[in-house]
Structures are given as C-alpha cells and as structure tokens.
C-alpha cells in the first residue's frame, strides 16, 4: 500500500485524499489549522498538527512516504518543493507559486526526485490539454485557454463567490499576465482584452487575460500564439476594477489595510445553498496534413452533494497526477509538468480515465 502525506487539509487537499483512499493509499494530512485538521478527522483520515513554513521541517515530515502532495498555501509552494528534493521525496504541487518551478530541475535531476507543480485544474489539467494540442498539429499556431469557476446563477454583488483563498483571488486580479503574440513574449495588464464568450446553457461571460500560462511560455517555445483568460459573468470585471481604483485592495503597514478589510468582507458574503460550476475550454489552432485545423477540448463540471465543482475539479486533478506518478515512476528526476505528460497519449488518456472515474469529463472536437 502507497503511503501518502498532504500538506494541506484544506478542502481540495482532503478531496483528492478520499479519491487516493479508494486507490488503496493510507493518507495522513498535516496542517497547522484546527479546523482543517477537524474536517480531515472527520472525513477519516490520519492528521499532523503542524506549521509546514521551513524547508526544513517539510524534508523531516514527508520522508519515508510514497509521494507527497502540497496543498499549501501559494506562498509556501518553493518551500515545498525545496523541502521534497531534501527528503528524496516525488512531489505533486497543486499550489500557484510565484517562482518557476522549472528554476529546480537540475535539482531534482540530482536528487532524483519528481516534482509535478501546477497540478490542478487550471494551470494543471488544463496545461495536461495544451501538451496533447501541440503534438496533435504539425504546427501548432495558437493555442487559448479561457477557464472559470463560478456559481451556476450570476449571484449579486460580484457575479461570483468567493469559494478559494481571496487573498489569491486578488492577487490573481492584479497580477501582470504574460502572453504570446506573433511569438513574442509580452507583458500584459490583468482584467483586459475583454471578450464575451459562451456554453451551452449559461449566459454570455466576459473572459480577460490572467496570468496563467506559467511554464507552458517555456515548454511550447514553437506555438506562435498562447494565452489564458479567466471568465467570469457579465459586469464583474467592471465591479472589480471600481475597487481597484477605489483603493480597496492596497497594502500598508501597522494598520488594518483596505486590502485585509476587504479579504475580510470576502469572506463574510454567504450564500445559502451555494452550487458553483467549472467551466473550462482549451483551443488549439494549426496545421495538420497542410490542412487549417481546429480542436477543442472542454470541461463543464457541476458541484456534487458532498463537493463544489472547484473542490472536484481541483482535488481530482491533483489526486490524478499523484495516482499517475506513483503507477508510472520516472527513471530520472525532473520537473515534469503536466503539458509534458500530456505530449504522451497514453499517459494523457490515463489521466483523463482517473478524471472520469470521478465524473470530470473532457469533451474535444474537431474542425
């Protein structure tokens, strides 16, 4: 039997534990927090009382586990990774760090250890769609992302509930967006290129550029044109703009900042019965057989009983690449990111089957 540890017992990190449980793994959660730890006991699971904030105390805990998964906050996702290639321990990271995970490979190749970061569903699953669109063409010109977890109604004041850390939430609104046009590497500013797009069965959304593409800028050096947008529905760009220029979410020290006010605020718009939706389409246009091709892969995933469509979504997809990694382990160490193991056909079908074990299908078509 696997023996796994999850750094994180936050809501997506127990989720992908109950779908390693099944898979025959003997979990055990560490955490600092009280009630993440409570909700992980309830669930059944083995925990540790812990802060995961040193390198250091990582290495110490995860070594002697199968594999360890980072559920941390994104702030400690370096952290992480340092503490796994110290231990000798493969890694799947499902936190949004801001440093480049490929910075690490030559340690992970001396350490062998695998290190899969982004592994959630956008960047993660939706990098895993993009490495399948590049060996799909012979010439891969464009390829788009445009994901969105929202409610399934559009829910006053924002158009969204805040269902994830919004601290990361702001951070993702107000941070530049690197993107590729006519293959240059270009510096954007968030919350613009504003364009309506639509599914089946929801109203018109809005997507606009976030910086979401991480390593796939450095992996797919051959597509001409690459970008991610976030959706959200109609009139929330606007209402988020209106506080940026307000001064809402500003920092200053030893006071209570308008940006603390606001996370706090955040989290205090409830919703009862709250039923949330992940919404995700992947495009790659090119050559194939000299012929203008297009393909499209799509994720429309619902929140269940037991778990919103980002907790599913999230925690399935991290659950995927670690229940990927320890029935295919890699003979030399590396950061190995999901676009590349989604270059293989067979390991991308593999990940897609865990994914519809639990009912999170991608669709694809072709034009």
Known sequence: MNKIIILG?????????EFLRKKKSDVTFIDINDDNLAYAKREGFNTIKKAMNTKEIIAKEIKGYSAALSALPARLG??????????????VDVSYSEDDPLELNAM?????????PDAGIAPGTSNLLCGRLYKSFDKADTIK????????????????AV???PEDLISEYERKAKIRKNFKELIVEPLTAVENITFKG??????FYTDGLRTL??????????EEK????KGHIDKIKFLFEMGYFEKSAGVTSPREASIELFKRIKYKNLRDVLLMRVIGEGKIKGKNKRIEYQVIDFADNKHSAMERTTGYSLAAFSYWLLRNPQKTGSVLTPEEIGMNEKYFSDILSLLEEKSVRVTKKSI
């Open 9 to 17: 017992a936050g809501r997506q990190g127990v989720t992908a534990g």
């Open 78 to 91: 370096r952290t992480a990774h340092l503490g796994a290639i110290m231990s000798k321990t493969n890694m």
């Open 108 to 116: 992970c190749k001396k350490a062998g250890v695998t290190i899969i």
């Open 145 to 160: 992302i445009y994901v969105g977890g929202m409610p399934e109604k559009n829910l006053p004041p924002f158009g969204y």
């Open 163 to 165: 269902t994830w850390s």
């Open 202 to 207: 929801f109203e018109t959304l809005e997507a």
């Open 217 to 226: 800028s450095k992996t797919l050096k051959n597509v001409k044109n690459l």
């Open 230 to 233: 976030t959706m959200r529905y």
